[in-house]
């Protein structure tokens, strides 16, 4: 089974200045199938990459990305409107739109790993597929 990639993981497997870098690419060396990347986490992707190492390194992160480097997983209308509910379900605990998504297609795809960093969104959802997510990378 396949896992997601949620922002903060994928910020940390391509910054080799981030504290988490090494954590998270040991951790995605040993997958066994490539974790796919929601469409709704490139954009927050691209900003972070472009707010720490510029426009230039976020311009070949995303050449990276659309040459198949992680594939891409679309989210339709029923996932946006899960995202909807979660949102409104979670409201107290300031859930993100891009996290509701992953959480969505997570749920929609029947996959409970996620690589994340964002161990409060993630860890508070409770997913209708699984008792809860398996967080990647294992923090210490």
Known sequence: ???LLDSSAMVAALDP???WHAAVRTSLAGERFVPRLPI???PEVAWLVDSRRGSRVAAAV???IAAGTWPIEPVDNDDVRRAGELLERYADSRLSFVDATV???AERL???RIYTLDRHDFGLVRPKHV????LLPVLP
């Open 103 to 105: 959480v969505a297609l």
């Open 40 to 42: 709704t986490v490139l």
């Open 62 to 64: 995303i050449r990276a």
């Open 1 to 3: 089974m396949t896992a």
């Open 110 to 112: 029947g996959v409970s």
């Open 131 to 134: 008792a809860a997510f398996e």
């Open 17 to 19: 200045r981030d504290p």
